[in-house]
Each structure stands twice: as structure tokens, then as C-alpha cells.
């Protein structure tokens, strides 16, 4: 019986032969249930494609063009990836070995498997020699209704049709694409009428993903470079049906994250370390000038703020180890902003953090192919190699010696700037050569051993960095940034200091604190709610914390305040500020409003994973969420004018189940 069901699954015949087995008409439901105990389906009837079921259907793979379609078990058909973008030769026979199918392309020396694991299609590639292929894509014409779901940022939701988004001001179209290490997790979504497919790449680097827009409609088509010596000769891609909610592919690579253990925990990290706790309800804020102060921490705490994540730049006027003193006994998190990643010349060097020892300048560099040095922050000085701090590290102590200087004045949290973000180099130099997944490696080893403790005498630190990536998520505590899906035009707004504001007046600069207008394109872009989607906390909610980028308190943008408020509250979040003495006298009060609302949202669902998310109103005016575990949290969202069911515009309201009357928040426009 096993091998006629073996035989049997996949076409109609074989549908029709397993109705005949079953001795009744062959529904939806019951095909799925023989499906069960079928092995691998065979290849089509013409023995032109590969037949493999995953859950949800049967995918169909053409070895000829890669081109990948699905039928459900209700029967409908639908494409996981179009044809790959060129000709790809002549292919070899298909061989199986149970679930898997393997060919090559002798032409291109691109070896190829395809397996059904965990109910996705998994493509492998191997490749003996340099290249690259276009592949996998949607059809250059989408079916109405489509929309890609992308983890820039916290993510964003990309209707194929929408207007704006198939015009050159969104900025989402062009010929260099997106890397895939750029984003904050390596998939993508799409959906279209109740159903979707998810695009997981664990091989990120070497990836790329562009949007083309033809006839007013985007289509998706990926790139890789398979390089020896980048170590990018291999290519993984695991494609699965999905029933069409926005969040659906973000739920897929949970899935794939816990199925490979790589997926953190809040609660596990609390275990080892207590004071991360201490995030759970906490705004974060970069504190300047008289806002160092023990005054302002007390200030702080006679507002009835119970928690605060509080961090000062590397400007030369540290915390003193009374203001840190004061911050950990109001129960606070405290700490420094550092950066391993910069170099410069000691004696012009325009921080401290970018001064190292012995010949670091200019030994240390990252190199290019050419043999010139790769520009550091700004243009200036070098990035530094973390292949040649590792190698240093045991005898010289570079790191170490660094996070006991920094944390001298006994705070209980870290910053490290850059460390979990796609900002990775393949170095050239002779005596530290190094790929980007080597780079990516040592980034976690010390970002472990600061976390950890392994880098500070066995004292763990609360950990944060710069918009961090999935792959970081069980040796962080925090990220800064994760949550901003950036549009270029940010870079070119910062970059006018007399709009912008600049790193002056000292203990109050205006790069910080000086309210700023956006672009209407780029705000449309970075913060319109209805192109929104929490695909960053539906993965990682109870693993990281996530805030806006640093440089983008609250208050820096005014016209985007409540929105951006709303949405940190939606999506369980901490606001970022900047503060001192006069940012306290302005909004000292709603700051200790809103954390009141967030420190109870956070009670209920801080360390719990987001479950859910969907909007309300077709105008995706109204959003809602929902955080595991037994609170039963649920948190709704208005970022209209008018009334929902009771809430008004320009509010948020958290209910949790068996505890009471629902809360609410209206920040102020």
C-alpha cells in the first residue's frame, strides 16, 4: 500500500488512483490526510518537473527554467518563483534519493538539490566556479491585489500597484537592489487574496533583491554572486505557502529560527542575567548635558518613571559614577555609546572611542581588492578589522582593556555601535584576511563575550547595538534602530546640519534635538502606517527590544510624533528619546504618561511573543495586536480622525484578559 501511495500522490491520476484506494470521492481534506502517509511525489507525467509536497500543497519545479509552481490541496495553482532571469543551459538527468532531487548545470558548474524540510521547498545551490544567478522571482506582472511584505526596519507592507510605490521618490526601485544583509532578517513576503508565499535565504550574504515596476505594478527579482573566495559558492532558499496575512512570512522564519535553535528569549536571558529585566517597561533615552546629572535621574524618577534605559555619547563627559549610581537605584539601565569598529590616527582622532593603541592605526585596517583602505565613519580614518582585534585579542587585550575603561564608572548596560547590523567587509589585508561571514562571526564572538561576560572579568552587560540583525538576536538584549525602515533621503536630510542640525552646541546638539521636517516622500516612506507591518516583533519581540534609531527621538520629528507614539505602543515597543533639563520641562509630562501606559503593556506582554497582527478598517487606519502567554494582551491602535467602536483617533487602548477595564493612551499631536 506504501508504494502505490508513493506512486499515486501529485497529479490528478494519482489523485484519482488514491480515490479509487480510499473508496470514496477524493476531497480537499481527505487528500491532505493521505498526503501524510505518502512519501515524496514523483516527477509530473511528462517528466518535465520535479514534484515535491510541502505543507499546504504540492510544489512543482521546472529543472530547465527553475521556475517553481504550487497547486493547494483546494486545487488552486499558484507561482513560488518565476523562471530564473537567463538561460541556464544544459541540464543533466534528475536523480532522487528519497525526498530530494538533485541536477546540474555543467555549463555553469551549478550543482542543484530541491527537498521538502518542515513542509518548505528548500532549494540548494553549489557552484564549482565563479558566477551568478538571477533567481528567485515574482512574475513580471502580479496578480491584482499582491503586495511584498519586506523586513526593512521593522518592515513595511508594499502593495505591486500602489502608486507611490512604483514611483522614483519611494526610493524602493533600481538597478542596484537591496543586499539582503542590509535588511533586518533575510526574507520576503508575498500575498495576494488569502494566500502567499514565504522566501526564507539563510545565505544572505552574496544576495540581493530588487523591485522592477513595469505597466505601474512591482515584481520582485533576487541576485546571488556565487564567489569562492567570499565564500559565497552557496545559495539556500526555502519557499512555503502561507495563508496570506501580512505577518505570515515573518511567522514562517520564526518557525525556521526556532526549528534551528537559533532563536533567543527574553526570559532565558533575564535568567542569566537579572538586569535585563530592568527593559522590560523602559523608554530609552541618550541623555545630554545637565541631563548626566544625579539631579535629572531624581527628576526623572519624582516624574513616577519606574523605568528608563539612559545612555550618553562618546563625547568626552562620561556619566560621573554618582549620576550612575543615582540611575541604578532608580532601578534604571545605564550606559556608554562605543564603537570596535572605527579607527583613526590617535593624534587627529575626533573621539576617543576612535583612538587604539600600538599600530592598530594603521595596521588594523580593513583593506579593499585594490589594497587601499576602507573609509571609516564619515570618511574618516578606517574601518577596523574585527579578523585583526581577534587575533589580537588574546595576547593584547584590546577589547577588554577598552570595556573596563568604558565601564569604570559601574554601569550596568553597553552600546555597541554597529556590531549586529549588515555593515560587513571582506578584508584583503595579507595578515588579517577575512570574508563577510568571518566578520559576521567575530562581531558575535565579542558581542557574546560582552553580554556574556567573557570580555569583563565574568560581569555580564545588558547589550545593545545599531539595528540589529536576526542572526545577532541571542547575544543582544536591545537594538537601536531596528525598528526605522530608512529611506536614502534620511541620510541626505541629516547630511544638512544647518536644516538637520550638526554635533553643536556642545551638551545640546541640534542633531538631536532640533525639530526637523522630512520630505513628504520620506516620511510616506518611513512612517506612513498603512504601509506598516510589525514583521520584526511578530519574529523577535520576545528575544530583543526594539527602538527607532537613535538620532530620531520622539521629538525630532514633529509632524511624524503621534504616529510614530501610536506605533511604538501597537507593536509593544520603547519610544527613544533625547533628553536633558529643557526636553523635560516640555515633555516631562507626557514622557511619564506614556510610560505608565507602556510599563503595563509591557507587565502583560514584554517578554511574550507577538501572535498576531491585523487591521480593522480597509483604510488600514485602525491595526491590532495580540502578545502570547497566558496575559492575553491585546492592543489596538487609531492612527485615523475619527471613531472606532468607542477609541478615539489619535489613541492606542491595551486589554488584557481577566485584568479590568481596558487602557489607553492619547499622545498629544
Same mark, same amino acid.
Given at each position: 500500500m506504501t508504494r502505490f501511495l508513493k506512486a499515486a500522490t501529485g497529479s490528478r491520476k494519482r489523485r484519482a488512483a488514491l480515490a479509487a484506494l480510499a473508496g470514496t470521492a477524493l476531497t480537499a481534506s481527505t487528500f491532505t490526510a493521505l498526503q501524510a502517509y505518502a512519501g515524496p511525489a514523483d516527477s509530473g507525467a511528462d517528466g518535465d518537473t520535479v514534484a515535491l509536497r510541502i505543507k499546504g500543497g504540492e510544489a512543482h519545479v521546472d529543472p530547465r527554467t527553475l521556475r517553481i509552481t504550487a497547486r493547494t490541496a483546494s486545487g488552486a495553482e499558484t507561482e513560488l518563483s518565476a523562471a530564473a532571469g537567463e538561460e541556464l543551459g544544459a541540464?543533466?538527468?534528475?536523480?532522487?534519493?528519497?525526498a530530494t532531487a538533485s541536477w546540474s548545470y555543467p555549463g555553469r558548474g551549478l550543482g542543484v538539490s530541491v527537498a521538502s524540510r518542515d513542509g518548505r521547498l528548500v532549494v540548494r545551490m553549489h557552484a564549482k566556479k565563479d558566477g551568478s544567478i538571477a533567481w528567485p522571482a515574482s512574475g513580471a506582472a502580479p496578480a491584482r491585489g499582491t503586495a511584498y511584505e519586506l523586513p526593512r526596519g521593522e518592515g513595511l507592507r508594499i502593495p505591486a500597484a500602489d502608486t507611490f510605490w512604483n514611483s522614483a521618490a519611494a526610493g524602493l526601485t533600481g538597478e542596484e537592489g537591496i543586499d539582503l544583509k542590509?535588511?533586518?532578517? !533575510?526574507? *520576503?513576503?508575498t500575498t495576494a487574496g488569502g494566500h502567499g508565499v514565504s522566501t526564507l535565504v539563510p545565505t544572505d550574504l552574496g544576495t540581493r533583491l530588487r523591485f522592477v515596476s513595469e505597466g505601474g505594478r512591482l515584481h520582485t527579482a533576487a541576485t546571488h554572486d556565487f564567489r569562492s573566495a567570499d565564500g559565497t559558492d552557496d545559495y539556500t532558499v526555502a519557499l512555503s505557502l502561507t495563508d496570506g496575512s501580512p505577518v505570515a512570512a515573518a511567522k514562517d522564519y520564526r518557525r525556521y529560527l526556532a526549528s534551528k535553535g537559533q532563536l533567543g528569549s527574553l526570559k532565558a536571558k533575564i535568567r542569566k542575567n537579572p538586569e535585563v529585566a530592568k527593559l522590560l517597561g523602559a523608554p530609552h533615552a541618550y541623555v545630554w548635558g545637565d541631563g548626566r546629572s544625579a539631579k535629572t535621574v531624581e527628576r526623572l524618577k519624582k516624574l513616577g518613571i519606574s523605568r528608563m534605559w539612559l545612555g550618553y555619547d562618546a563625547d568626552g563627559d562620561p556619566m560621573s559614577k554618582d549620576a550612575v549610581a543615582a +540611575?541604578?537605584?532608580?532601578?534604571?539601565?545605564?550606559?556608554?555609546?562605543?564603537? *570596535?569598529?572605527?579607527?583613526?590616527?590617535p593624534e587627529t582622532a575626533d573621539t576617543d572611542v576612535a583612538k587604539w593603541p600600538d599600530r592598530l592605526w594603521p595596521d588594523g585596517c580593513v583593506h579593499d581588492a585594490d589594497g587601499k583602505p576602507e573609509g571609516g565613519f564619515g570618511g574618516r580614518g578606517c574601518?577596523?578589522?574585527?579578523?585583526?582585534? +581577534?587575533?589580537?585579542? !588574546?595576547?593584547?587585550?584590546?577589547?577588554?582593556?577598552? +570595556?573596563?575603561?568604558m565601564t569604570a564608572n559601574g554601569v550596568n548596560s553597553y552600546f555597541l555601535d554597529v556590531d549586529a547590523t549588515g555593515e560587513l567587509f571582506r578584508d584583503h589585508t595579507p595578515g588579517h584576511p577575512m570574508t563577510q561571514a568571518e566578520d559576521r562571526a567575530n562581531r558575535l564572538q565579542r558581542m557574546r563575550g560582552m553580554s556574556g561576560g567573557g570580555l569583563t572579568g565574568g560581569r555580564p552587560y545588558v547589550l545593545g547595538s545599531e539595528s540589529a540583525g536576526s542572526w545577532a538576536n541571542r547575544v543582544l538584549d536591545f537594538s537601536h534602530g531596528s525598528s526605522t525602515p530608512v529611506h536614502d533621503g534620511l541620510w541626505k536630510a541629516e547630511r544638512d546640519k544647518e536644516t538637520w542640525g550638526g554635533y553643536w552646541p556642545k551638551g545640546r546638539p541640534g542633531m538631536f534635538f532640533k525639530p526637523a521636517t522630512l520630505d513628504k516622500a520620506v516620511a510616506k516612506a518611513m512612517f506612513d502606517p498603512a504601509y506598516r507591518v510589525p514583521l520584526y516583533e511578530t519574529v523577535l519581540h520576545d528575544s530583543v527590544v526594539s527602538t527607532d534609531r537613535w538620532e530620531l527621538s520622539l521629538y525630532k520629528l514633529p509632524a511624524q510624533k503621534r504616529?510614530?507614539?501610536?506605533?511604538?505602543?501597537?507593536?509593544?515597543? !520603547?519610544?527613544?528619546?533625547?533628553?536633558?533639563?529643557?526636553?523635560?520641562?516640555?515633555?516631562?509630562?507626557e514622557i511619564a504618561a506614556m510610560q505608565r501606559f507602556f510599563a503595563g503593556i509591557q507587565k502583560a506582554g514584554g517578554a511574550e511573543a507577538m501572535t498576531d497582527f491585523r487591521t480593522l478598517t480597509a483604510d488600514r487606519t485602525v491595526q491590532r495586536t495580540t502578545f502570547g502567554g497566558r496575559a492575553g494582551l491585546t492592543v489596538t491602535a487609531n492612527f485615523g480622525t475619527g471613531t472606532y467602536r468607542g477609541l478615539p483617533g489619535g489613541c492606542v487602548q491595551a486589554t488584557t484578559r481577566g485584568h479590568?477595564? !481596558?487602557q489607553r493612551f492619547c499622545p498629544k499631536g
Open positions: 541540464v543533466s538527468p534528475v536523480t532522487r534519493h528519497g542590509d535588511l533586518t532578517m !533575510p526574507f *520576503w513576503g +540611575a541604578k537605584k532608580a532601578g534604571y539601565l545605564v550606559g556608554p555609546y562605543d564603537s *570596535w569598529d572605527n579607527a583613526q590616527d574601518y577596523l578589522s574585527s579578523q585583526a582585534l +581577534a587575533d589580537a585579542e !588574546p595576547q593584547h587585550h584590546y577589547l577588554a582593556d577598552r +570595556a573596563g575603561k504616529d510614530r507614539a501610536l506605533l511604538a505602543m501597537l507593536y509593544n515597543t !520603547p519610544v527613544n528619546l533625547a533628553l536633558d533639563g529643557k526636553a523635560l520641562d516640555r515633555h516631562g509630562a479590568g477595564a !481596558p
